[in-house]
Structure formats: structure tokens, C-alpha cells
């Protein structure tokens, strides 16, 4: 991280007057921001190198220059989501150990959060020098928490080197420029929020933050279009909010459109290419552990239309430095991703059972961490995303990759989005297409495609389905409103 704020301040000495943020608060120079990220280091300098420092608030200008500020100061940066309960964000606090906590606005927390020491805009002043200190030996660049089995988050540990091989391996991957205009839609809970963060600051360019309000992804597509952005980055489930007004949006300033977070469906780029005409698109993969992603696929419709898996665009090749492999049993041909990289993040912080279970060194590619995702290669070298192994069940003796029943609904009916939910022993179907075909429509048309214990035993309509704080479909949510509904 601390190879991201030195070019930040590289801007901030040779382009001071240069926009290097717009949130809805303003817009914020590098000289600007930067005299913040100065001020804030300055009071850091009370906490030992290597410890951890909360961060709470989302698309505040605070909240990135204290993101900086933590990275020159050798500590790890541990971000808090407003948006979730209380009680998760004790939790997150206690895990990492952090010493502080940064808030813009203090009566903004739960007096829960208080108990810690806090930074807060009235105790900084804005400075012009910065004085780094190096990581300890030890020392994390970030910590960013994921769903835990047992109902504490996870906490996956980002190194520094981590961070650092992904800047040098992917500043360049595309040419970017200083008059680029980058969006970050995401919740700094999400390690995707880094790379709009990276990308602009690394360049000299600009970092649009929109807020994060009620009606989120439609405040997003305003900001594309009203501040003209060229690059963005985002989750895939965001199209199906789109698409309905696809005659309405048009945006030729967009350069580099990427996806990453959920599986990418072909039939749905088809569509959305043609507001976008002007854009190079790309489908990203990788998860949190893996320090933001690590392969690409560039997406046209011709290759793609001979190289999708069920609509689902392919995750691509290795980024440099990074080689993608897979865990199978001998003559299978789907097995479990799995990462090699210096990338590859440390381990869960405090999960030693877990860390071994999914971290190791293997003896040609190095660091190396099971995804559990499933994947194949396809004769063009490209690695296809098949599922979660939590996704492929048995029924009836029978592998089913619940996928591949999603991707006829989709062929079947294609006005809506479709989820197929396994509570044992039976599927069931979960639709927005209102009104939505009746169960006997529906298995009558899936009979052509699909064996009788293929097809779902009910379907359920939901308005709108549930999305977790990083955008992305939830899953666990819509089993839990499926199993409500089977009781």
C-alpha cells in the first residue's frame, strides 16, 4: 500500500491542483486530499508501526485519505460498513485488534464503537509533510472480513507484498492515462473497492465515490453518465437494474468496462455492449484472498459465443505473475481452482485450522489457496467457471450442477432472473418474472432439456432479489426465504 501513497504523493507535489476524488461531499485535489492524508498520519503517529486502525464511513473523503494515511504509517487498514449491524462491527473491532478508529464524524457511531480511541476530523489538521514508517516484518496492509461458519467474520489478512506484486503486475495491464475518470461503487468492505483507488492514483487521474443511499445502483449509473466516467469496474448483478432501461442509457465516454464478484452471463453483455460502444470489456476474476483478483478474460461477442459455459463468460487466463491451476481427481476434467501468487493473502486471522485448510505451499508454484470454486479449461486455454462446490449436490446418486438448471430457466423464460435453491431432498425455483409461470409451465418446459431429478418441485416470486453490502447476489438469504416458505 505504501507504493500507492507514494505516487499519490508524487501527484501531490508535481499536479497539486489536479481532482483526485469526487464524492457527493465535493470534489477534493491532490494537494487537497493530500494535506488530509498528512494530517491524519501525523496523529497515527501515536500508535506503534504494524497495528491495526478501524475506518469508519463510506464515500467520505475522510475515509480515503485515511486509508492512505494508515498505509505510510506501516499499520493495517481494517474498514467498518455502517450499513451492517452493530454487532458484526464489535466483532470485526475485537478480531483485528485495532487501536483506533478513524471517523469523520463521531456522533455518526454506535455507542458500542466508542470504546475505542478516535480520530475524528476535529482532531486533525491538515499538514504538507509526510514522514513514512516501514512495516514490521510481520506487518498487514489491510484486513477485510468474510462470512465465517461459525458466525464470526473472517478476517483475511493482506500482506503488503501482497498488495505491492498486484500494483506492479496490473498498473499497466491496460493503458490508463491521467485524464481517465474512474468509478468506485463499491463498500471499502470489499477488496474490488481498491482497484478504482489504485487504478486512478496510480495514473494521476480522478476516483469518482458515489454515496451509498437507497436506490444505489441507479445513483451509479447517473454518476457514469453525468461525470462522463472511462473506466469502471462492477458487479455483475447490477445489469439486471439496468438492462429494463437500456433504450435510455448511452455511454460512449466509457472506455474500460470490467465485471467482477458473480458469474457473468454472455447473453447479458450482448445487450449491455450496446450502450457501452466504445468500451474494451472484461470479466475479472478472484477472490478477497487473493489480494482483488487474478485472471481476465476479454470478452467480444464472437469468441465468447463459442467459449461460454451456460451463459457464463469464461474467467480467463492467469494474471502475470499468477498461475491458475486445478485440484481434480485423476481423468476428471472439473476440479477446484486453485491460485498460486505472491498475491495470495496470509491466512484468517485466528482461524489456524481453516488456514491450513485452504493455504499451502506447493512445491512448483509457491503460495498457493483452494478457492472452492469449480473450474475447467477449454480448448482455447481459458479457464471456465463452473460453480460453488457448495453449489454441485447429488440427487438421486446423480452430480448436479445447479447452474446448468439456472441456464435452461434463463433459455426458457428469459424476461426474468431465475435461482434454484436446494433444501434437501428437493429444488426449488426462485423467479422476479412476474407474473411468473406456473410450476407445471415450467417443468414442461425444462423436460426437453433436463432429466426428471433435474427439475425444480416449486417456484417462488420475489420482487427483488436480495443483494448483500458488496452488491452481489445473496444466496444464503434466498435459501433462508425458500426455506421459510417450505416449512
Not at 449436490?393 to 435452461?408: D, P
Request: aromatic share 14%; with cysteine.
Amino acid at each position: 500500500m505504501q507504493l500507492l501513497c507514494r505516487a499519490f504523493l508524487t501527484h501531490f507535489t508535481k499536479t497539486p491542483e489536479a481532482i483526485a476524488l469526487v464524492t457527493r461531499e465535493g470534489k477534493y485535489s491532490y494537494q487537497q486530499l493530500g494535506q488530509w492524508v498528512c494530517g491524519i498520519a501525523k496523529r497515527l503517529q501515536d500508535y506503534p508501526e504494524g497495528c491495526a486502525i478501524g475506518v469508519w464511513g463510506e464515500a467520505s473523503f475522510f475515509s480515503y485519505a485515511a486509508l492512505l494515511a494508515i498505509a505510510s504509517q506501516g499499520q493495517c487498514y481494517v474498514p467498518l460498513n455502517p450499513q451492517f449491524p452493530p454487532q458484526r462491527n464489535e466483532q470485526i473491532l475485537k478480531v483485528s485488534q485495532c487501536k483506533a478508529l478513524i471517523v469523520k464524524d463521531k456522533t455518526q457511531l454506535p455507542p458500542t464503537l466508542k470504546t475505542l480511541p478516535l480520530i475524528t476530523l476535529e482532531d486533525v489538521k491538515p499538514k504538507t509533510t509526510l514522514h513514512f514508517r516501514p512495516y514490521p516484518e510481520d506487518g498487514l496492509a489491510y484486513m477485510l472480513f468474510t462470512s465465517g461458519s461459525t458466525g464470526t467474520p473472517k478476517g483475511v489478512m493482506i500482506t503488503p507484498q501482497n498488495v505491492e506484486h498486484f500494483i506492479r503486475n496490473e498498473s499497466s495491464a491496460f493503458p490508463f492515462q491521467k485524464n481517465d475518470r474512474f468509478l468506485q461503487m463499491f463498500a471499502l468492505t470489499f477488496d474490488l473497492s481498491l482497484w478504482a483507488v489504485i487504478m486512478a492514483w496510480m495514473n494521476g487521474a480522478i476516483c469518482y465515490a458515489p454515496p451509498h443511499e437507497e436506490q444505489f445502483f441507479y445513483t451509479v449509473l447517473d454518476w457514469l453518465e453525468h461525470h462522463s466516467i472511462t473506466a469502471a469496474l462492477l458487479v455483475p448483478s447490477i445489469l439486471d437494474y439496468w438492462l429494463p432501461y437500456l433504450n435510455e442509457i448511452h455511454l460512449p465516454h466509457l472506455r474500460y468496462n470490467a465485471f467482477c464478484g458473480e458469474p457473468l452471463y454472455h447473453s447479458k453483455l450482448l445487450q449491455w455492449q450496446k450502450a457501452i460502444p466504445n468500451a474494451v470489456i472484461e470479466n475479472l476474476y478472484g477472490p478477497t484472498e487473493a489480494t482483488i483478483y487474478c485472471s481476465r478474460y476479454r470478452w467480444t461477442p464472437e469468441q465468447c459465443e463459442k467459449e461460454h459455459y451456460l451463459d457464463i463468460v469464461p474467467i480467463g487466463k492467469a494474471i502475470q505473475g499468477t498461475t491458475l491451476w486445478l485440484e481434480k481427481n485423476e481423468n476428471e476434467a472439473i476440479g477446484e481452482i486453485t491460485i498460486s501468487s505472491a498475491s495470495v493473502a496470509a491466512g484468517y486471522k485466528n482461524y489456524p485450522t481453516l488456514t491450513q485448510k485452504h493455504f499451502f505451499e506447493n512445491l512448483h508454484y509457491g503460495r498457493s489457496y483452494r478457492t472452492g470454486d469449480l473450474g475447467k479449461w477449454n480448448d482455447q486455454g481459458n479457464l471456465l467457471f463452473i460453480g460453488r462446490k457448495d453449489n454441485l449436490i447429488k440427487i438421486q446418486g446423480y452430480r448436479v450442477e445447479l447452474a446448468e438448471i439456472e441456464y435452461y430457466l434463463r433459455s426458457c423464460f428469459p424476461k426474468g432472473r431465475w435461482v434454484v435453491i436446494y433444501e434437501k431432498p428437493k429444488l426449488y425455483a426462485v423467479t422476479d418474472l412476474a407474473p411468473s409461470p406456473s410450476i407445471q409451465e415450467v417443468r414442461q418446459q425444462l423436460k426437453r432439456y433436463l432429466p426428471t431429478y433435474m427439475l425444480p418441485y416449486e417456484i417462488f416470486y420475489i420482487e427483488h432479489f436480495p443483494v448483500n453490502a458488496n452488491g452481489k447476489l445473496d444466496r444464503k438469504t434466498l435459501a433462508a426465504y425458500v426455506l421459510s416458505k417450505v416449512r
